[in-house]
C-alpha cells in the first residue's frame, strides 16, 4: 500500500481536511488513497457495494470543488434514501439492484455533502430498508465487522461504521430511525450522534416528524460535531425545526461542560436480558463520570418501563415498510413480487396495507403522548441519561436472519439487542453513542448518553470530555 495511503489510514477528516487546505495534500491524493484502502480492505468486509471511483477522480480534480470545511475528503454515502443525481440506488433492495435505478436528484443533506467539499466514492451496505440492526441484505450480502470478521457490524449503517472502522474513510454517512447511526457505531467502535428530530433535514422527499434521522458515524467527537456545523439547519417546507444552536458546534469541544446531573440505567427498563460485559461497561462510564465531577445516580424516565411502547413503536416502523414498499413500485412502475421484498419487511408492508387511517392516528397520538411522558424527566432538572447503546455484544452474522416459516422472528430477535435506542426516535432526542469499554478480546462497547431536546450542544461537550479522559484514537482493528 502506498505511504500516503498508510499515512492516512487513520487520520479523521478535520486532519484530511487541514492537508489539503495546507496544499500539501491535492483532493486527488486524498482520494487515490481511500480508493487504495477500500480495493484492499473491502473483500474481507464487504462495506462498500456501489462504487463510482471514476466520478470521484473527476470531482476531486474539478476546480468546482467547493472550498468548504471537508474540502477534498474522501466520504461514503449510506445505500439508503441518500439520492445523489446520476449515481445508482438500491436500498438494499434485489429489485432496485437488479434494476439499475439511478437518482435524478440529490437529497438536501447530499447537496449539503457536496457543498461542504466532501468527495463522495460510492455507497455503503445496508440491510433493505434499514429494517433490522445488522447488515446482512439479500441484494448484496452480509457485512463484516472489522474487529472480528465472523460477528455483524450493527445496522442499518453497518456498512458506514465497518468501513470508517477499518479505516477506508475517516467518516460515512449514516442513518438512524431505531438506533441505526448508534447500534453500527457500538459494534464498530466509533462515535454516533443521532441529532435530533429536525436538525437536519431530510428533505425533499421525507418528512421530519418522522423517526428517522440522518448523520454520520466518526472516529472523534470533533468530526461528528463539524459535520454537523456544515450540515444541520431547515431545508425549505420542513415541518420540524430544531432550536437553532447559539453557537457552532465545534465550539463545545473542550468547553467546560459544568457540573451534570446525570441518571445512569443498567438494566434493561423491562426486565429483558443484558450482558454482563455490557452492564459493566456502562458502569465503569458512570464511575468515570462521577471522577470528572458530575453527578450520577440510578434514575431514568419511567416512560422506558412502558411495555406498551414497542407494539407502539412498531405500528409506525411497519408503516414506514408500506410506504417503502409504494415508492418502491412508482419507482419501477410495476408491482413488486413476493420473493422482491424481504419476508421480514414484506409482512409489516402488508400489515400496513391493512392499517386503517383511524389506527395510523391513533399510533401517531400514542406516539405523541409517549414523547411527551418522555421529554419531562429531562424537563424535571436532568441533564443526561447514560445507558448501554445495545444490551449485547456485537451479534454472530446470521443471529437476524429471515425465516421465511416466522417472518417476525427476526424482528423480536432484534428488539432484544437494541432495547436501548428506539424510544430516543419517537422522543425525538439526541443521543451519542461512545466507543469507551471494550472487552477482554477486544472488542467495542459502547455507551449512549442522551440529552434533552435540541441540546446536541450539551451532549458534544460531555464526549468531548471523556475522549479526553479516555481516549480512543488507538484503538484500531488488526484488519
Not at 495546507?22 to 487504495?36: K, N, R, Y
Not at 454515502?77 to 446520476?86: E, F, M, Q, R, V
Not at 443521532?194 to 421525507?206: M, Y
Not at 436501548?420 to 466507543?435: D, H, K, V
Request: glycine content about 10%.
Amino acid at each position: 500500500m502506498s505511504s500516503l495511503a498508510d499515512q492516512t489510514r487513520w487520520m479523521d477528516a478535520t486532519d484530511q481536511a487541514a492537508l489539503v487546505a495546507s496544499g500539501d495534500v491535492s483532493p486527488s491524493e486524498l482520494l487515490e488513497a481511500a480508493i487504495e484502502r477500500i480495493e484492499r480492505y473491502d473483500p474481507a468486509i464487504n462495506a462498500v457495494v456501489i462504487r463510482w471511483f471514476d466520478h470521484a477522480r473527476e470531482t476531486a480534480a474539478s476546480a468546482e470543488l467547493p472550498d468548504g470545511p471537508f474540502r477534498g475528503v474522501p466520504f461514503l454515502i449510506k445505500d439508503l434514501y441518500a439520492s445523489y443525481a446520476g449515481q445508482r440506488i438500491s436500498n438494499g433492495n434485489v429489485a432496485f439492484k437488479e434494476a439499475g435505478v439511478i437518482a435524478d436528484a440529490d437529497t438536501t443533506l447530499v447537496s449539503r455533502h457536496r457543498a461542504a467539499g466532501l468527495v463522495i466514492a460510492g455507497r455503503t451496505n445496508s440491510p433493505e430498508l434499514g429494517s433490522v440492526p445488522t447488515t446482512e441484505p439479500i441484494a448484496w450480502g452480509a457485512t463484516h465487522n472489522p474487529w472480528d470478521v465472523t460477528r455483524s457490524p450493527g445496522g442499518s449503517s453497518g456498512g458506514a461504521a465497518a468501513a470508517v472502522a477499518s479505516g477506508m474513510v475517516p467518516f460515512a454517512h449514516a442513518s438512524d430511525g431505531g438506533g441505526s447511526i448508534r447500534i453500527p457505531a457500538s459494534c464498530c467502535g466509533l462515535v454516533g450522534l443521532k441529532p435530533s428530530q429536525g436538525r437536519i433535514s431530510v428533505g425533499p422527499i421525507r418528512d421530519e416528524t418522522g423517526l428517522g434521522v440522518e448523520h454520520c458515524v466518526s472516529r472523534t467527537v470533533r468530526d461528528s460535531a463539524a459535520l454537523l456545523d456544515a450540515t444541520c439547519g431547515p431545508g425549505i417546507g420542513d415541518t420540524v425545526i430544531a432550536p437553532a444552536p447559539t453557537r457552532p458546534y465545534v465550539d463545545e469541544l473542550g468547553a467546560d461542560p459544568g457540573r451534570l446531573r446525570i441518571g445512569i440505567l443498567d438494566h434493561h427498563p423491562q426486565g429483558g436480558p443484558v450482558d454482563a460485559e455490557v452492564v459493566d461497561a456502562t458502569r465503569a462510564v458512570g464511575r468515570l463520570l462521577e471522577s470528572l465531577g458530575h453527578h450520577v445516580e440510578p434514575a431514568w424516565p419511567k416512560a422506558l418501563e412502558d411495555k406498551t411502547f414497542t407494539p407502539k413503536f412498531m405500528a409506525l416502523w411497519a408503516t414506514q415498510m408500506g410506504l417503502a414498499r409504494r415508492r418502491f413500485e412508482d419507482q419501477l412502475g410495476r408491482p413488486l413480487a413476493d420473493h422482491e421484498l424481504e419476508p421480514m419487511n414484506r409482512i409489516q408492508a402488508d400489515f400496513a396495507t391493512n392499517f386503517s387511517s383511524v389506527d395510523y392516528a391513533l399510533a401517531l397520538s400514542e406516539a405523541s403522548q409517549y414523547r411527551r411522558a418522555l421529554q419531562s424527566w429531562w424537563h424535571d432538572g436532568w441533564d443526561l441519561l447514560l445507558t448501554p447503546t445495545v444490551a449485547e455484544l456485537p451479534l454472530t452474522l446470521g443471529t437476524i436472519g429471515n425465516d421465511p416459516d416466522d417472518p417476525m422472528s427476526a424482528m423480536a430477535r432484534a428488539g432484544q439487542f437494541v432495547a436501548f435506542t428506539p424510544p430516543f426516535n419517537t422522543s425525538g432526542q439526541p443521543a451519542i453513542s461512545l466507543p469507551l469499554e471494550w472487552t477482554a478480546e477486544g472488542l467495542p462497547i459502547g455507551t449512549q448518553l442522551a440529552a434533552a431536546y435540541g441540546r446536541e450542544d450539551v451532549l458534544i461537550r460531555i464526549a468531548s470530555q471523556l475522549e479526553q479522559a479516555n481516549p480512543w484514537a488507538h484503538r484500531t482493528p488488526g484488519i
